[in-house]
Nanobody, 116 residues
Framework: QVQLVEELGGGLVQPGGSLRLSCAAS????????MGWYRQAPGKQRELVAG???????NYLDSVKGRFTISRDNAKKTVYLQMNSLDSEDTAVYYC?????????WGQGTQVTVSS
């Protein structure tokens, strides 16, 4: 059974603050999967925030470039999203995703709220 479990280092943060998300995977050969962080704000479509391939190549949503960093630890089967300089536009439910050419798996989502 495949599981992606997101953990949030704090759910509410003030503008300008930082948070670190982590997502631990089980039931898959983690090192072979492209991992991604998506987010969905109320009334908006889910969007890709950051992705990292099995080879370590990364890509980012334009609005988070220079503020967010995605990384992975294949030994721990975990992907991280370091989020700095947060603002209210980053408020959303954040989802972890694991995908390859055949499969795509989602975590349950974790709420990030940026508010003063």
């Amino acid at each position: 059974q495949v599981q992606l479990v997101e953990e949030l280092g704090g759910g509410l943060v003030q503008p300008g603050g930082s948070l670190r998300l982590s997502c631990a995977a089980s039931g898959i050969i983690f090192s072979l999967y492209t991992m991604g962080w998506y987010r969905q704000a109320p009334g908006k479509q889910r969007e890709l925030v950051a992705g990292i391939t099995s080879g370590g190549s990364t890509n980012y949503l334009d609005s988070v470039k220079g503020r967010f960093t995605i990384s992975r630890d294949n030994a721990k089967k975990t992907v991280y999203l370091q989020m700095n300089s947060l603002d209210s536009e980053d408020t959303a439910v954040y989802y972890c995703n694991a995908r390859n050419f055949v499969d795509s798996y989602w975590g349950q989502g974790t709420q990030v709220t940026v508010s003063s």
